[in-house]
């Protein structure tokens, strides 16, 4: 029944169209089924559930009356907003670029096609989530302005961030935490 094994899958995964795709299977590695044969390919599995089942309604909290502002519209902060967004928070995505998704963009089409990133990743703004495109933290937008006006503020700008949103960096330009 892949439109009920979707539904389990949605509860731990909001992206599983995409994650089923790219995911290098760390887990394959310590599989226990791989004593008597191989190992199980879980993300082929998420990939056949998500591709064969049918969506069903994602259930959300009620509102808290909190807002959380979001930099970084990639696959962390997409997740962070999914998340937050389910469980009752007001989300504005912050993203210097024209679309969702970060570097998933970068993946050949024969590995993920845009069209999937495209639908996995429009079920954030059918959550409420909202999406602000063209607006770089930092140059367009101070980091101060957001801690004022939000009552949570979540970084999620990659591994580096080239301005470093006027946040120390370490010495491989990674923002301190």
Known sequence: DPTAALKVLKKTLP????????????????????????????????????????????????????????????????????????????????EASDRLGGRLWAFPQAVLPPDVIRADLSVVEALGVRVRHRTAVGADLPLEQLRAEFDAVYVAVGATAEEGLGLPLDEAGRIEV
Do not use: H
């Open 15 to 94: 992206f599983p169209r995409i994650i089923g795709r790219v995911c290098d299977q760390p887990c394959r590695v310590e599989c226990n089924r791989k004593e008597v044969g191989e190992s199980i390919n879980i993300a082929a599995l998420e990939r056949a559930c998500a591709d064969l089942g049918t969506d069903a309604r994602i259930a959300t909290l009620p509102s808290r009356g909190k807002r959380v502002a979001i930099v970084g519209g990639g696959l962390c902060g997409v997740t962070a907003a999914f998340d937050l967004a389910k469980k009752g928070w007001s989300v504005t995505v912050f």
